[in-house]
């Protein structure tokens, strides 16, 4: 294992330490390891929470400011955090308006976030919840965990945090972040593995000619394994599954975000966006917003996924209003 | 305690240490099978968790084996993260609350405890069995416990027997499709893989029935 790290236990803790000594205008951390809107709690507005296991920066920790998340709770390398975090999260960021937390659906998540929720209602805060499930790699049942939610978090925290700053109520913004959940699919895939830094090698051994196609974004592997392909052929086999999941129409409007695993430089990220562009036009679906960058990420794996959200004025709105965060910031 | 009838406090704490070793011991080949159909994290995350747990058992204040496993499982909560934190924190809570005041357990108490302990995990879970899941250890082990209790076989037959169904069930988990959990993201390709989660609550038992009765059934936890 090659890392710029001091040591495995202690990563997450100096990670966090080091956004505080760079962002201290805009975050804090509290105990047990919560990253706080450095103004929070703000009376009267709804507070907007999320968390997630560490490894996928800037998600959650470097969206927490003006305009999107109030708090965020990074767990160890991939797992999930603990109910102790959320709750104090919630604790921090309630303004007296309740707040919503933003869950990304994995079993862990769900049943810590829920654990959190009904301790944070027994302190007498009101909180509600929406479960991003946007991979359209898994399938959908009754009978499994469904689908992971992946890059279509970072849109809902973007677009939910917009409507809290302007005063919606939680009602609102609950409803909010439901609608994008209900537009918004993507799908991935990984040219190599990562290392989570306490397992010290990689989570999966990838031949220097293949790929996995359909994976998460904590380095497991995905659904299928194939011979590497072109990136023309590669974007195709994710955004056309995601076109037709939903489905996007002809005449629909989408917020189209291509994003990197972590280890794929930006210029490869643009020549998925290329032929991104010329298979929306092709489908005669417009290009309303883009987003191109590495905002969702699974440590040093090279990789990348496409998210595709349906636009409405409304969504088009929040997503160009101001948000001032350690990763994300425009219109200030 | 070859005969004995009955565990006391003591021997509570002397499974719940044994378990957190047996979890040291095991924890890359724990990681290793979540490598496989998971996240990579098991074998780290649970053993944080029972060092986390094995700190704070000697400060109990009372000798009561019920708040002793509601300290296991708030603790796990607390610390794991995870499925794991919220399902192995609902084992032990369960479990607590089942046996609350005692300072001796017998039998029909643990068997009480586990059925408790088992359904914890159902509700929260909601996996069946064959899911692929820490379950298709444990019903297998509660079934056989029960058996055993109503065929009045001595504690540590009983144990025998318990630790035996859970292995075979842990080793059954891997020609299984996952149906929950993460490694339901791989579908088809979870086949062929021994389950986790199955395979830290088959150490469980087993560290049970090693403290108290000395190593019993097929050993490694490969299978």
């Not at chain 1, 102790?84 to 998540?109: E, R």
């Not at chain 1, 809902?156 to 809290?164: H, L, R, T």
């Not at chain 1, 302007?166 to 991935?188: E, P």
Request: charged content about 20%; some cysteine.
């Amino acid at each position: 294992m090659k890392k710029l790290i001091n040591a495995p236990e202690t990563a997450v803790d100096e990670e966090l330490a080091g956004m505080v000594a760079a962002h201290g205008d805009l975050i804090r951390v509290i105990e047990p390891n919560v990253v706080v809107r450095v103004d929070a709690p703000r009376q009267g507005k709804v507070g907007v929470i999320s968390g997630g296991g560490s490894g996928h920066e800037p998600m959650h920790g470097g969206y927490v400011g003006m305009g999107m998340l109030d708090a965020a709770c990074p767990g160890a390398v991939f797992t999930s955090p603990v109910p102790d975090q959320m709750l104090a999260a919630t604790a921090a960021v309630n303004g007296g308006a309740g707040v919503l937390h933003i869950i990304k659906n994995y079993t862990g998540d769900i049943m810590n976030f829920e654990l959190a929720a009904e301790m944070a209602r027994a302190e007498g805060i009101e909180v509600s919840s929406v479960v991003i499930a946007d991979d359209v790699a898994v399938k959908d049942s009754l009978y499994t965990a469904g689908r992971r939610g992946v890059g279509g978090t970072v849109l809902a925290e973007k677009i939910v945090g917009a409507a809290a700053e302007a005063g919606a109520d939680l009602a609102t913004v609950t409803a909010l972040c439901q609608k994008v959940q209900d537009n918004v699919r993507s799908m991935g895939m990984a040219l190599t593995s990562c290392t989570v830094p306490a397992a010290g090698k990689p989570t999966f051994e990838l031949g220097e000619d293949e790929m996995e196609i359909g994976i998460g974004i904590h380095g497991e592997p995905g659904r299928t394994r194939m011979k590497l392909a072109t990136a023309d052929e590669i974007t195709e086999m994710l955004a056309l599954p995601i076109l037709d999941d939903l489905p996007f129409k002809r005449g629909d409007s989408v917020l189209a975000f291509v994003n990197g695993m972590g280890g794929t430089p930006l210029m490869e990220l643009y020549i998925v966006f290329n032929k991104l562009a010329q298979i929306l036009k092709g489908r005669s679906v417009t290009i309303g917003r883009s987003f191109v960058g590495n905002w969702i990420t699974s440590l040093e794996m090279a990789g990348c996924s496409i998210t595709l959200l349906r636009l409405d004025d409304e969504l088009t709105r929040l997503w160009d209003a101001p948000v001032k965060t350690p990763a994300l910031r425009w219109g200030i | 305690m070859s005969g004995a009838t009955s565990i006391s406090y003591d021997d509570v704490v002397a499974w719940i240490n044994a378990f957190a070793a047996s979890v040291r011991a095991q924890k890359d080949y724990l990681t290793a099978l979540d490598s496989a159909i998971g996240d990579a994290d098991h074998g780290i995350n649970m053993d944080r968790g029972m060092q986390a747990v094995i700190a704070r058992l000697p400060g109990l204040p009372a000798r009561d084996i019920g708040a002793a496993f509601k300290s296991v499982g708030m603790t796990l909560v607390s610390t794991v993260g995870g499925a794991s934190g919220p399902l192995y924190g609902t084992f032990f809570l369960q479990f607590g609350m089942a046996t609350v005041g005692r300072d001796s357990i017998g039998i029909d108490d643990v068997t009480e405890a586990l059925d408790a302990a088992v359904a914890g995990i159902q509700r929260l879970g909601k996996a069946a069995a064959g899911d692929k899941t820490m379950l298709d250890a444990l019903l297998p082990a509660r079934d056989a416990l029960h058996a055993a209790a109503q065929s009045g076989v001595p504690l540590e037959e009983a144990f025998a027997r318990t630790v035996e169904a859970a292995e075979q069930g842990m080793v059954a988990t891997t020609p299984l499709v996952a149906r929950k959990g993460r490694a339901s993201y791989l579908g088809e390709r979870s086949a062929g893989h021994q389950d986790p989660g199955a395979t830290s609550s088959y150490l469980l038992l087993k560290a049970a029935a090693d403290t108290w009765f000395g190593p019993v059934g097929g050993g490694e936890p490969a299978g």
